[in-house]
């Protein structure tokens, strides 16, 4: 797919005809159908569970301090600049650690291992090293783990980099946004490009050579030209992976987007040429598009993960572990098995008050029905395999899809004529353009948006 699709067919329709609000299915079912007041007894029966069967984890933790406001983020953050709520946090970390690790198999281990936020780096280098210290102790770390930490190139110094190489971490995700000082402006977020280059140096030079590079597209003030440039820039960082995000703009569930300007935003056919100009750029150059947001070099584990049929999606977006459940520490942080999604209170006091009180912080929790499980299985082979082989689903869960969601299929033409999808007699297969719309493809088969009052709590598709 290139620019001249954009001029020559009928992208721009689709567009307009699919961009909707929609998830972005980094579970099934989403955090939308988190329940408040779930039975605590599917918490319990996971925790015992975990306690008497060893297995690989992915585990991630939320620091959510940020230094200032970036005014498009949607992420769970608390803005301050007292550095000892680092310190506080992490004692109650480590009382949340020393619950859940009681609760795990001895032969258990980690695999993965994420720092999201917020912002990671808003600890400083002493913090960090307690944080991977305090990881040693209650937790047994595979010998060779993915080791990974979200970094806001602003507030990061070589020293932080150093403590980072040295708990473990292999992997850094640099927040770049958009290199374009105008754009910085109007969200918020002035970061000279100067300060990701020097970042970028201090990883390689500390022994972290996996770099990823995070962008949004459709943000204020941005050109298509302009995010030319920004995709020039930080391929000069010669990153490993990008992370390209749809800017979602939902300021009725994130107040600080109303700082933003709506005659500022790009418009829909704008936006749409950053998203090819980036797809077609990004091949050019060496790497494959995975899918919705995310690319990786062809030599890159996500890219055989893609290959191998290996490839996953959970709350941190396309992972290559597709065989691990993810414990999840820290204020709003959700963990997910197989069968049970559970999230951590977002309030600060009431995460301090639960762990003090010697409580793990869950505030809600999903059990997930075989129903759920079925549809869950057919939507993440949709995001992470772009196909489904009837004959194959019925050979690993003895449903045929054909005779259980004949409704559901009986919606797949339209895609097919509209040139997203091929069909088979044993299945279908998502096209190179259908892979701009594989949340709309996924939604056929999502039970929970038949209730139309959800759809808001979405952002749009494209």
């Known amino acids: 797919m290139n620019q001249s699709d954009l001029e020559s067919s009928s992208l721009p329709a689709l567009i307009e005809k ?5 998830p972005r299915y980094t579970s099934y079912p989403t955090a939308v159908q988190f329940e408040p007041n779930f039975d605590p007894k599917y918490l319990q029966d996971e925790l015992k569970n975990r306690q008497n069967y060893p297995r690989d984890y992915s585990l991630y933790i939320h620091i959510p301090f940020c230094f200032s406001l970036c005014w498009y983020c949607g992420c769970t953050k608390i803005i301050t600049k007292v550095q000892d709520r680092g310190t506080l946090y992490l004692d109650f970390l480590e009382k949340e650690m020393q619950l859940v690790s009681e ?7 980690l695999k993965q291992i994420h720092f999201g936020g ?11 090293r307690r944080l991977g210290e305090m990881i040693q102790t209650y937790f047994k770390v595979h010998p060779n783990p993915e080791y990974s930490v979200e970094i ?7 020293e932080h980099i150093a403590a980072l190489a040295e708990i473990g971490c292999n992997r850094a995700s640099l927040g770049v946004q958009d290199t374009n000082p105008e754009v910085q402006k109007a969200i918020h977020r002035i970061q000279p490009f100067e300060q990701s280059q020097k970042v970028t140096e201090f990883l390689r030079n500390h022994g972290i050579h996996h770099v990823n590079i995070d962008l949004i597209y459709g943000l204020p003030k941005q050109k298509p030209a302009s995010f030319q440039k920004t995709l020039d820039d930080t391929l000069s960082l010669n990153p490993n992976r990008y992370a390209i995000y749809s800017y979602a703009h939902i300021p009725s569930m994130m107040p600080a987007q109303k700082l933003l300007k709506e005659e500022d935003f790009p418009s829909t056919q704008e936006k749409l040429s950053m998203l090819l100009t980036a797809i077609e750029y990004l091949q050019e150059n060496g790497y494959e598009y995975i899918g919705m947001d995310h690319f990786a070099k062809e030599t890159d584990e996500l890219s055989k993960a893609l290959h191998e049929g290996t490839l996953h999606r959970n709350f941190q977006g396309y992972s290559t572990h597709a065989e691990l459940d993810m414990i999840a520490l820290g204020m709003s942080g959700i963990s997910q098995s197989s069968r049970l999604f559970y999230q951590n209170t977002k309030d600060l006091d009431e995460y301090y008050r639960l762990l003090e009180e010697g409580q793990l912080p869950v505030k809600k929790g999903y059990s997930l029905t075989d129903e759920d ?9 949709i995001m992470c395999k772009g ?7 019925l050979e690993e869960t003895g449903v045929d899809i054909p005779k259980k969601y004949p409704a559901e299929l009986d919606l797949l033409p339209e895609f097919e004529r509209d040139g ?4 088979t007699p044993n299945g279908f297969h998502i096209t190179e353009t259908g892979r701009l719309f594989l949340r709309n493809i996924a939604m056929v088969f999502d039970e929970y948006l038949k209730q139309s ?6 952002s749009k598709t494209v």
């Open 152 to 158: 806001d190139p602003r507030r990061v110094s070589e």
């Open 103 to 109: 609760q795990m198999h001895e032969d258990s281990s």
């Open 453 to 458: 009052r959800l759809k808001a709590a979405y």
């Open 118 to 128: 917020g912002t990671p780096t808003f600890l400083d280098p002493g913090q960090l």
């Open 373 to 381: 499980k079925l549809r869950k299985k057919i939507i993440m082979q």
């Open 420 to 423: 997203l999808l091929i069909q």
């Open 387 to 393: 196909a489904i082989n009837y004959s194959q689903f």
């Open 18 to 22: 699919y961009n909707v609000a929609g």
